[in-house]
């Protein structure tokens, strides 16, 4: 049986040779992996890194974890069903039930279950369509640096000028509100109730609301509780659908499965996708309230959305969610990350630094942006994997695996601060 060890080498040219200009984590990480286990990779060097990364939040389980991987080989030696687009199947069905009734029984939640397609931006592209099918309107307000997919319903309710600057054409039938602290630590609330009330405002009544609770890819930027229910309130008012995008916050990063449980709201259309497939398996849900799931028969489709390869992980994955000790766990590992973020923000003052996020997504905001990005190269030289976000990249963030253990975290710490005092001294 062949192993990493005996398959051909693989150099980096080889990518730059063949694949497209658009590759980007390639250029970020510049070597190649050949192995990966719960919060640690290896290149082709056998070099160990640490990964704060997690495959963008898509791997909150770690990788290669190890009661999944059994279950897919077991699986797969059984010749069960792999691909079945919508149809059914004992692995499908087996999920709904475990989803059911781990996740949306316990929290007083009903939803109905839709699988859009394989990735986050399928979830939102469906979580819009049926928020202006149900409502009859077209305009969705979405927020300064949210980010929701590249593809083009995606893209018109995403903040970033560079990421909608790809999309060729016009997007159009959305309008952007400032989030939570957009403008020196002030509510945007009065200001968002103003547009609604105000007949000569220019904004027709919108259909939804989409929003991340924290926002990944725009900096960072965590909504406090407070917001997020005022939010909830003008939806209610208006009659507009509420539409919270999971899809990173999802699936425990931020302490919690769904983002926003501590702030006690109730969203009309739930976006997840990422940790969803529980083994780095491509998967998305929309789930909908009951009331609104207004669909017919092959409305909305997509060849990919029965991995039942995915359904047999994302099961196992639901089984840390039948107590609260993974919550619990989340949380003690969060405050360290959190009493780390502080602790580089008072030392390093060089930076201009400040704190950011919530759970174990957070990270540190850098006033000059390319400070960012060099902390993350240097990072990576010494065996840890970081990326930046924010609109200028200003952010270097935490994305470990939730099942990173404490040595794995205070490892990290001390590469990326180690990786701060040889960027502050050159």
């Not at 928020?131 to 970033?160: C, D, E, P, W, Y």
């Not at 909504?223 to 999971?246: M, N, P, Q, T, V």
């Not at 060849?303 to 969610?321: P, Q």
């Amino acid at each position: 049986m062949s192993t990493t060890t005996d398959r051909p080498a693989i150099a980096m040219d080889v990518f730059e040779r063949y694949e497209s200009r658009v590759r980007s984590y390639s250029r970020s990480f510049p070597t190649v992996f050949k192995k990966a286990k719960n919060y640690k990779l290896w290149d082709i060097n056998d070099k160990e890194y640490i990964d704060f990364f997690a495959g963008a939040g898509a791997l909150n389980y770690g990788h290669n974890n190890e009661k999944m991987k059994k279950l897919l080989i077991e699986y797969l030696e059984e010749d069960a069903i792999t691909h079945s687009l919508d149809m059914a199947t004992v692995a499908r069905g087996e999920f709904l039930k475990k989803f059911d009734k781990v996740i949306l029984k316990p929290r007083n939640l009903d939803y109905k279950v839709m699988f859009p397609g394989p990735t986050g931006t399928n979830t939102v592209e469906s979580a819009l369509k049926i928020a202006r099918k149900v409502t009859g309107r077209n305009t969705v307000i979405s927020f300064t640096n949210g980010f929701h997919g590249m593809t083009i319903g995606s893209l018109s309710v995403t903040g970033n000028a560079s990421k909608r600057g790809g999309a060729g054409i016009p997007l159009n039938n959305s309008v952007f509100m400032p989030f939570d602290n957009y403008v020196d630590d002030t509510s945007s609330i009065d200001y968002i109730e103003a547009f609604l009330e105000n007949s000569s405002s220019g904004i027709d009544l919108p259909a939804a609301m989409i929003l991340e609770t924290v926002q990944g890819e725009g900096g960072i930027n965590a909504a406090s509780y407070e917001w997020l229910r005022s939010i909830e309130k003008i939806c209610r008012r208006f009659g507009i659908l509420l539409i919270i995008d999971d899809v990173q916050a999802g699936c425990g990063r931020t302490g919690t499965f769904f983002s926003f449980e501590p702030a006690e709201i109730t969203p009309d259309i739930v976006c997840l996708s990422k940790s969803i497939g529980g083994y780095g398996l491509p998967m998305a849900l929309t789930l909908i309230k009951s009331d609104y799931d207004i669909w017919e028969p092959g409305e909305h489709n997509g060849t990919f959305r029965g991995n039942n390869m995915a359904f047999i992980a994302a099961a196992e994955a639901l089984g840390y969610w039948e107590t609260n000790k993974f919550s619990q766990e989340i949380a003690a590992k969060a405050e360290m990350m959190s009493s780390f973020a502080d602790y580089i923000v008072h030392e390093y003052p060089e930076l201009s630094a400040e704190k950011r996020g919530r759970g174990l997504m957070q990270g540190v905001a850098c006033e000059v942006a390319e400070i960012s990005e060099e902390i993350c190269g240097e990072a990576f030289k010494r065996g840890l994997l970081m990326e930046t976000s924010g609109p200028e990249g200003e952010v270097f963030k935490f994305l470990p695996p939730l099942t990173i253990d404490q040595e794995g975290l205070e490892n990290g710490f001390q590469i990326v601060e180690d990786s701060i005092k040889s960027v502050l001294n050159n």
